[in-house]
């Protein structure tokens, strides 16, 4: 099967950079090349930031920080500039979910409601800004009469999002950050620019002071500029847990803020009361959701030892029906993974996993019908030893391990027992036991019966997956500095 398909998506300036409210000529003529991951051909071209680029964009995020009226808006104000920003995603979902799929190969029935999710954010962000306290009024101390909790903007956030959900990412950053009255650079991954840039034409659509956001594309050199730049108060990271830690080493050097979401190897634990016919079927779904390239993707799923062979034949059976193909396609459940560099990277572990004793039951490698283009089967290895490297390492790809374990108790063990702590999901018909079991988990997310989230709630993780929480309330409070006031008399009134 020979897949080409001719698509075009509709930036007006992917030549440019949006620096200071203006769409500007890059300092080189260098560009990167987007390769659609189902054809191997060239989809995007867009430009490639120097360092005079990065300067110049932190540059105008600080000036408005600094010196424009943004953050000496009321939160009401900037609130109605969140809730126009939310429709200008939603009237371009049909330009986001073609750079979705022709960037990373993700599914375009799945990436159509990329657009509308991220104007939630926005919405949910521009409805928190007449519902969260920015001033709370305390007891007085001794020596004053009124005491305040002021939380002001943190100042310019350098927001550096990945490739594999770079609108949501973008959203879980920019809209809590411009909230809370930051001042925004906004660094998109050159292998899935475009959605920033429809960002950036709504930000001018709409009339966003000059500065408030910017946006660029770079490698990681000049990326590191960004975070290491003394103008930029706090940095806003999704990605892997290598670039996070070298993130977090950089911004320790100088205190700066920072968030991270980073990776997960996360657990699925079976109760022996499931019905593992159904367990397989929702892990089927869970783990074909962009092709396995997922953060908080469940890659380890942990059985009672007697019932493992059984489950094992049941998984491998549903995910074996899995057809993979065109992200176009309406028909197909799993497309490509984003680039040679990922198929490669999962071919690796894929092969680490034969090498140390795993029994492989499906997949192991490229679709035959599909000779073109950068696609894995899914894949299942049965009888994985939780020291191993495919259970301890995230691959980010479509493959799962199978562990047995003696007990419940043992399979707790099990599910901890790994370096990162992202999400969770215990499968069982007792939501008593459901509950006592989450709440043994070390992980920021846990599921019932399903991979599920709720980034109204909150996402992030515990340990290596990450520093911080991202949606809701608690994803505000990083872009926000608390002060103390203490006034030895009442004042005539209190703003916001």
Known sequence: MELTRDVNIALRSPDRFYIGGEWVEPSTKEMFEVIQPATEEIFLRVAMAGADDM???????????????????????RGQYLAALAQGLRDRASDIALGHTSEVGVLHSFAKYGGPGAGNTYDYYAKLAGEFSFIEQHAPSAGAEVALLVREPVGVVAAIIPWNAPVSAAAFKVAPALLAGCTVVLKSSPEAPSAMYVLAEIAEQIGLPAGVLNCVTADR????????????????????VAAGRRIASLCGDRIARYTLELGGKSPGVILDDYDLEAAAASLSISSRRMSGQTCASLTRIIVSRHRHDEFV?????????????????????????????????????ISKGLEEGARLVIGGGRPAHLPR???????????????????????????????????????IQIANDTPFGLNAVVFTSDADRALAVARRFR????????????????????????????GGRAGLLPYLESKTVLLAAEPTSIDY
């Open 221 to 240: 050199e000049v990326s590191e500029r960004l975070v290491t730049d003394p103008r930029v108060d706090k940095v806003a990271f999704t990605g892997s």
């Open 313 to 349: 034949e049941l998984l491998g059976d549903k995910l074996s029906k899995i057809r993979v193909g065109d992200p176009f396609d309406p028909a197909t459940e799993m497309g490509p993974l984003a680039m040679r560099r990922q198929r490669d990277r999962v071919e690796h572990y």
């Open 443 to 470: 992980a920021g997310t846990v599921g019932h019966n399903a991979a599920i989230y709720n980034f109204e709630v909150g996402f992030g993780g515990f340990k290596q997956s990450g520093v911080g929480r991202e």
């Open 373 to 411: 283009g950068f696609y894995i089967e899914p894949t299942v290895f049965a009888d994985v030893d939780n020291s191993s490297t495919i259970a301890r390492e995230e691959i980010f790809g479509p493959v799962l391990s199978v562990i047995p374990a003696d007990n419940e108790e043992h399979a």
């Open 55 to 77: 300067d110049a964009a932190v540059a105008a995020a600080r000036v408005a920080f600094d010196e424009g009226p943004w953050p000496r808006m009321s939160p009401a104000e």
